[in-house]
């Protein structure tokens, strides 16, 4: 599974940005897929992560209740939408294909990651 994200950018405190993921390979629809960021000097961590078939979700709870993510298996797609964007918020963000909560070293896939930078 080879995964792209994009969607980054530079967005004002309060503003909304929509991330996606793009996967190659039938394999997609048997993954759980997970969104990470990383910033400046820090670990990669957690974002939060959407089952299979979608039914599921599990965020950090930083984010809960203002990212929501969604996922297409039929265009091999899972999107991060990001709303009421903090500054904190900014990092590179990344996609990940692998188990249900799982942890990040146990994610197979991993895409190239996009940057995403909140303005105050």
């Known amino acids: 599974v080879q995964l792209v994200e994009s969607g980054g950018g530079l967005v004002q405190a309060g503003g909304s940005l929509r991330l996606s993921c793009a996967a190659s390979?039938?394999?997609?629809?048997?993954?759980?897929m997970g969104w990470f960021r990383q910033a400046p000097g820090r670990e990669r961590e957690f974002v939060g992560t959407i089952n299979w078939s979608g039914e599921d979700t599990y965020y950090e709870p930083s984010v809960k209740g203002r990212f929501t993510i969604l996922r297409d298996n039929g265009k091999n797609t899972v999107y991060l939408q990001m709303n009421s964007l903090k500054p904190e918020d900014t990092a590179v963000y990344y996609c990940?294909?692998?188990?249900?909560?799982?942890?990040?070293?146990?994610?197979?896939?991993w895409g190239q990651g996009t940057q995403v930078t909140v303005s105050s």
């Open positions: 990940a294909a692998g188990p249900w909560l799982g942890l990040v070293s146990e994610y197979d896939y």
């Open positions: 390979g039938r394999a997609f629809v048997t993954y759980a």
